[in-house]
């Protein structure tokens, strides 16, 4: 089964074509980073005007790249939340036409359940039960996974995402949009020993997250330091151990309190290596296995969608033709995957 996949919830148009027996084919990606830079932030219409531009040159490539003729697809696949209103609606009127036009089924694709199951794309792929850590600039959650579409959700962000986090602290310390890569990059030079930043609710019981807190200790710390280049990079540094830190006692937590000995790291700041390595050294202690998709895969992308997508299609699952977002949309409501995945 051939499956055409498109991500448009946020400020990266994805485009894949996975097929079940022959694995992913082809994937493309458009980053919008520079068309935001300029205001700090993602800005919803120019964000959906792009994927209007970017979608249809995006899919001309990936068949081309795959060498496959569209009528050789068996489905399409597109995220239809959470995310911007706008920019969902130009992936799933996209696909939907698309579907339609080829007389194939359309599935709508929740787009944290594409992250997921972005390591099922890797070899070796984790089995079920595993626990998921979904770290990006919009989620910090943490979810155990029983199959495809069986998800209960352990533990999510009070405030501020984790990506969020770093973005906000790096523009507090003068980096450029988005400034969670950058400010790791700075924290490399930072003394870990001058300043020490609290673990946001690791005091208590539970596995939500706070991160909001940090910012603020962030700025109070320039007020009182200055901003000197060496201070810059040992806040940057010290923010950086705190998220770790707080991320990897979470993990540890959902591990022992689920039994389940598979760990699964998926979203943006997972991309991390200061993350990357802090949970190997806890996976290690606890005799847990870690699964991460590959780095561009970390991100957002067309595969972890057209994966999906397929699990679902396989499975008998697809919408009517009505064109319908959801940009509030909990995991825990999807239907469950009776079959085991392709
Ligand atoms: O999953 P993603 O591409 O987009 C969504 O938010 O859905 O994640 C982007 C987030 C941004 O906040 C970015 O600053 C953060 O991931 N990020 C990082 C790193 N690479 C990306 N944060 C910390 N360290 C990194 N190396
Ligand atoms: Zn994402």
Redesign the pocket.
Known sequence: MLILGIESS?DETGVALYDSERGLLAHALHSQVALHADYGGVVPELASRDHVRQCLPLLRSVLREAAVDRGEVDGVAYTAGPGLVGALLVGACIGRSLAWSWGVPAVAVHHMEGHLLAPMLEHPAPEFPFVALLV???HTMLVEVAGIGRYRILGDTLDDAA??A??KTAKLLGLAY????LL?QLAQRGDPGRFRFPRPMTDRPGLDFSFSGLKTFALTTVQANGDDDQTRADIARAFEDAVVDTLAIKCRRALRQTGVGRLVVA???G??RALRAALQRMAREEGAQLFYPRLEFC??NGAMIAYAGACRLQAGQSQGRAVEVRPRWSLEELEPVALSPP
Do not use: H, I, M
């Not at 988005?178 to 890569?181: I, K, L």
């Open positions: 946020c990006s600039g919009g990506g969020e770093f973005d988005p400034g969670g890569p790791a979203g943006g700041v991309a991390n991100t957002d």
